[in-house]
């Protein structure tokens, strides 16, 4: 079977299946217990795959290419999951109450290399363009004291995140995607990226980092616009290291 009939064929079946598999995703308000064994099983073969590529190459790996290293790795995705995956996906986030618009239109989209830059010693791709220039604006206005510290996502490395996300919240997608956004939502993929001061830890996402000297520099001078603002109408929380680079909704 060659991959375009494989790929439809899942299709049908993720169609058939999600209608009567509401236990596995939620759409609703209503909370699950614990992570059902199709989230479980997808982050151990995800988890396989990044420690395969490692930790820089997996931000912006392919649909595809994840599918191929997780076969290579003897863990390869069944037609169940390649659905579940697709019904996460192409569905509507705004039945779980995530708001924000849709950045990615195919799951299959590849974001070639020699659109990209990497960013020395943060792990972490910046597309060529409007999001380089707006970092080389950043380093040269704050120097040492700031990093990048998420750059462009692929829809893999989105999905990743996003199922982390909804085990860790046992299952919540309104709670998930609260944080992090659906793949194919995330304006990571398009150009976005998360910036934050050397040394603050985990205070770089959380509000806190609004108290910053990097922060007040940058927003305070008008270098920066933040994607998601306090009080913004996409369900998500208010986050002052996400800069917005390109496209969407005005929030303020
Ligand atoms: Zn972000």
Redesign the pocket.
């Known amino acids: 079977m060659d991959r375009r009939s494989f790929l439809s064929l899942a299709v049908v079946c993720s169609t058939t299946l999600a209608l009567g598999s509401n236990e596995e995703f939620i759409p609703s308000s209503v909370s699950m217990k614990k992570i059902t064994p199709t989230v479980s099983n997808l982050l151990d073969k995800l988890n396989a795959v990044q420690n395969h590529v490692g930790y820089v190459k997996f931000n912006i790996i392919s649909f595809d290419e994840m599918l191929k290293i997780a076969a290579e790795c003897n863990k390869p995705l069944t037609p169940y999951e390649i659905g579940y995956i697709e019904t996460i996906f192409y569905g509507d986030p705004r039945r779980y109450g995530f708001f924000g618009e849709r950045t990615v239109p195919r799951l299959t989209a590849v974001t070639p290399e020699k659109d990209l830059i990497y960013i020395k010693k943060t792990g972490h791709f910046l597309l060529k363009g409007a999001a380089t220039e707006k970092y080389a604006t950043i380093k040269s206005l704050i120097g040492n004291d700031v990093i990048l510290t998420?750059g462009v996502r692929a829809p893999v490395k989105q999905l990743h995140l996003f199922l982390k996300k909804m085990a860790s919240e046992g299952g919540n997608l309104r709670l998930a995607s609260t944080s992090i956004a659906p793949p194919g939502f995330t304006f990571?993929s398009v150009g976005?990226f998360?910036i934050g001061k050397v040394g603050y830890g985990y205070g770089n996402f959380s509000e806190k980092f609004q108290e910053t000297d990097v922060f007040k520099k940058l927003y305070n001078g008008g270098y920066i616009t933040i994607r998601y603002t306090n009080g913004n109408p996409f369900g998500v929380r208010y986050?002052p290291w996400?800069i917005k680079v390109t496209g969407g909704n005005e929030t303020a």
């Open positions: 998420s990571h976005d998360d986050e996400h």
